[in-house]
């Protein structure tokens, strides 16, 4: 079968497609014929080598993706051979077929086609999580959304709007903002626009946001604390800036605020954390008042390209390939 081989950690050209042996699932684990892989900013820094995690080589990225059940190992029960199921597996999805823990299925909705499946899982989940189970965000209440064209802004869009909050949307440019804007967002502003400070302010009453998702860092995880309200939630999601970002506590003391770290990795082996999302997620899923935000999908081939696009802000929704 065709996949996808990193043997060096680099740029999105260490990519290589190669012909490899189809792999055999272990015991509690289930092979899935790959209809698309869902690719996350996270996988650009795994094959960077800058994720959270060590990324040991060689491997096959794809940390998230969606297929057809094709064979079962020893012990796996509850799972369907010849059914849709997604998986957020850790790796392996950029192939023909992959492999998945039977722990790391999620069951996927009827009414949704593979790039679908693919495209829910980490995205939404996260977006609960920074909303509700971190973010304690409430109806009514404003929240900042940041590279709200994007998976996780896209997704935070939607899921906000559904549960009754107010959203102000940043983004790089116009054409990304009309995609917030159609999404539901209330207020947008350019990621770059000189005032923007005060005009995310402005936007919740002047006295700042309470609740923020933030997720570019480095110089801008310190506007994003100007930006809070008195007893504002800054969220910390992610970093696709790449640069270092400092913190200096007193300032946190001197306006009540919260930071708090956000990973879906470890909060998906809290059970309770997972459930209650789900249970939050799947009728809205069921109403179509979310509804996975597939982008620009690609061929296993053009893997690299996908990634490159990513790194180089051109793509919105999630990023689909399909091996
Ligand atoms: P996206 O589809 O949102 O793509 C990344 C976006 O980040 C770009 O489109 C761009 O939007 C924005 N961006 C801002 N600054 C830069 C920069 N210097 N270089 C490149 N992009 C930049 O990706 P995801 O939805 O996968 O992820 C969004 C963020 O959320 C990432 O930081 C990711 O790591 C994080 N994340 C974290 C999770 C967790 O568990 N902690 C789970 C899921 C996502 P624009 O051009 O509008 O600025």
Redesign the pocket.
Known sequence: MKAVVVEELGPPEVMQVREVPRPQPGPGEVRLRVEAVGI???DVLAVAGEYLTRTKVPYTPGMEFAGIVDALGEGVTGVEVGGRVASLGGRGGLAEYALSPAAALIPVPPSFSGAQAAAFP??YF?AYHGLKTLGHGREGEWVLVQ???????TASIQLAKALGMRIVAM??TEE?LGIARDLGADVTLL?DDPERVQKVRDAAGGGGVPLILE??GGRRFQESLDMAANRGRVIV??????EQASLRPVELMKRNLTVTG????SLMGDREATREAAQALTPLVASGQVTPQVGPTYGLAESARAFRD??D?K?TGKVIIEP
């Not at 590279?147 to 802004?153: R, Y």
């Not at 956000?262 to 990795?265: F, R």
Request: charged content about 10%; proline content about 0%.
């Open positions: 996350n900013f996270a980490v995205s996260t590279a709200a064209a994007g998976a996780l802004g983004a790089s990304k990621q997720v570019v999601i992610g970093n696709a800036s790449r956000l990973w879906l990795t990513i790194l802000r793509t």
